[in-house]
């Protein structure tokens, strides 16, 4: 199975902060990549998906880049709401599709 | 409003079975692929099956075949996941979510249901 491995697994960082959270895979996926974000006793929400295509209804401030093996999940500008878990997911080998471990973004 | 309220979660014990049910509404049952994705607590997250929108294809991941079963009733609007021979590790929460393109399998799931526990322990 494709391994995909996110960093940090834990950010710290304070309302107005860019961040950038990377995902890495094991082996080329293409742009068959997503990103969720899940809060606390939540379901995860759908943030982009292909890469860098953003679902509908979730703010400009999230932006996705990367194919290949080398993704990254960016926030212009951090939110109060943001701060939350956040997992990449590969789609290129379904049905062995794979998540990262998560990262969690807290408030400094 | 498009919505996934899955139910059927409970204590059982190693080697039971136990039945979910996800009733979806507010957007066309019948044309979209479905999904189980589980959360063991405190961990990540794991795909466990998908069925297509017609029924007519299945797949499970290695960690559950054999012992669960995807099904759907699109006259009901409803996806189900039988889970039979139930380990400690089958212990999570599962949730159904939604394929994001109609008819097409994606593996992106754009609508989550808000989960039910599944609890497997003597």
């Given at each position: 199975?494709?391994?995909?491995?996110?960093?940090p697994?834990?950010l710290s960082?304070?309302?107005?902060?860019r961040?950038?959270?990377?995902?890495?895979?094991?082996?080329?996926?293409s742009s068959?990549?997503?990103?969720y974000?899940?809060?606390?006793?939540?379901?995860?929400?759908?943030?982009?998906?292909?890469a860098?295509?953003?679902?509908?209804?979730?703010?400009?401030?999230?932006?996705g880049?990367?194919?290949?093996?080398?993704f990254?999940?960016?926030?212009?500008?951090?939110?109060?709401e943001?701060f939350?878990t956040?997992?990449c997911?590969?789609?290129?080998?379904?049905?062995r599709?794979?998540f990262?471990?998560?990262?969690r973004?807290?408030i400094? | 409003?498009?919505?996934?309220?899955?139910s059927?979660g409970?204590?059982?014990?190693?080697?039971?079975?136990?039945?979910?049910?996800?009733?979806?509404s507010?957007?066309?049952?019948?044309?979209y692929?479905?999904?189980?994705?589980?959360?063991a607590?405190?961990?990540?997250?794991?795909?466990?099956?998908?069925?297509?929108?017609?029924?007519?294809?299945?797949?499970?991941a290695?960690?559950?075949k054999?012992?669960?079963?995807?099904?759907?009733?699109?006259?009901?609007?409803?996806?189900?996941?039988?889970?039979?021979?139930?380990r400690?590790?089958?212990?999570?929460?599962y949730?159904?979510?939604?394929?994001?393109?109609?008819?097409t399998?994606?593996?992106a799931?754009?609508?989550?249901?808000q989960?039910?526990?599944?609890?497997?322990?003597?």
């Amino acid at each position: 199975d494709i391994q995909l491995t996110q960093s940090p697994s834990f950010l710290s960082a304070s309302v107005g902060d860019r961040v950038t959270i990377t995902c890495r895979a094991s082996q080329g996926i293409s742009s068959y990549l997503a990103w969720y974000q899940q809060k606390p006793g939540k379901a995860p929400k759908l943030l982009i998906y292909a890469a860098s295509t953003l679902q509908s209804g979730v703010p400009s401030r999230f932006s996705g880049s990367g194919s290949g093996t080398e993704f990254t999940l960016t926030i212009s500008s951090l939110q109060p709401e943001d701060f939350a878990t956040y997992y990449c997911q590969q789609l290129n080998s379904y049905p062995r599709i794979t998540f990262g471990q998560g990262t969690r973004l807290e408030i400094k | 409003q498009v919505q996934l309220v899955e139910s059927g979660g409970g204590v059982v014990q190693p080697g039971g079975s136990l039945r979910l049910s996800c009733a979806a509404s507010g957007f066309t049952f019948s044309s979209y692929g479905m999904h189980w994705v589980r959360q063991a607590p405190g961990k990540g997250l794991e795909w466990v099956a998908f069925i297509r929108y017609d029924g007519s294809n299945k797949y499970y991941a290695d960690s559950v075949k054999g012992r669960f079963t995807i099904s759907r009733d699109n006259s009901k609007n409803t996806l189900y996941l039988q889970m039979n021979s139930l380990r400690a590790e089958d212990t999570a929460v599962y949730y159904c979510a939604k394929d994001r393109v109609v008819t097409t399998v994606t593996f992106a799931f754009d609508i989550w249901g808000q989960g039910t526990m599944v609890t497997v322990s003597s």
